[in-house]
């Protein structure tokens, strides 16, 4: 796919991850449209990005959770950009703690961001690239989407869900010029499970942000399904 002057909409674009496929995707030529539950830190993220150099970026709250945000979600990219090219699903919440100790909202919150959010996403897009004649869609999963760990239960699910719900989109519409994703880190240097970021062993945003741009730039008649990132060298 070539960038220059196509639009992408970033799911959770404030910070970490998100906020640096975004900048990436604006130093590519691609128009830019972010959302975040916050509409303080959606505002402050779109200044910054639009401060570095990102003249076509704009921003909206919305809680992926929700129907109706995604639905309105999409209707503000429609007026804003004319439309989506490319969907980056990346926003997600996180608990770690064990099962006895989790809540049901703690729960039904991860799964209602990390999986059922995805699913309204990609709806919406699949509709629009058909009418646009094609798109494109990377989900950001993660390496605990196949390897479960103590305390993971509503976060490993939502991620081992994931990873189902991205490949049978995938059959579904690699037919129809619509093509889907998924990227799957491991340690990456963000502050998703609490931690100060800062670790320079770990992945970094902007690692992920150029895998996106590597999967998005391959020959139209070729698709990367699937990518593994680790870090070179783990600490344990």
Not at 34 to 55: D, H, K, T
Not at 178 to 204: R, Y
Request: glycine share 12%; aromatic share 4%.
């Amino acid at each position: 796919m070539m960038l220059r002057g196509r639009t992408a909409l970033v799911t959770g674009g404030t910070r970490g991850i998100g906020r640096a496929i975004a900048g990436r995707l604006l130093r590519e030529g691609v128009a830019v449209a972010i959302c975040g539950r916050s509409s303080a830190s959606v505002e402050r993220a779109v200044e910054e990005l639009a401060s570095s150099g990102g003249a076509n970026i704009c921003g909206t709250q919305a809680d992926i959770g929700s129907i109706n945000d995604v639905r309105q979600l999409f209707a503000f990219v429609d007026r804003e950009l004319g439309g989506t090219d490319i969907l980056i699903n990346n926003a997600g919440v996180a608990v770690l703690c064990p099962i006895a100790e989790m809540s049901p909202e703690q729960w039904e919150r991860t799964i209602a961001v990390n999986l059922t959010g995805v699913f309204h996403c990609c709806r919406e897009a699949v509709a629009q690239f058909r009418r646009r004649g094609g798109g494109f869609i990377i989900n950001i999963g993660s390496l605990l989407g196949k390897t479960a760990v103590a305390g993971g239960a509503a976060y490993c699910a939502s991620k081992f869900g994931l990873n189902g719900l991205s490949e049978a989109i995938m059959l579904d519409c690699r037919n129809e010029n619509i093509g889907v994703s998924t990227i799957v880190p491991g340690s990456v240097d963000t502050e998703l499970f609490g931690a100060s970021a800062g670790a320079d062993w770990k992945i970094q945003p902007e690692d992920v942000a150029q895998a996106v741009v590597t999967v998005l730039e391959m020959p139209q008649r070729t698709l990367v399904s699937r990518v593994e990132m680790r870090p070179l060298k783990p600490r344990r």
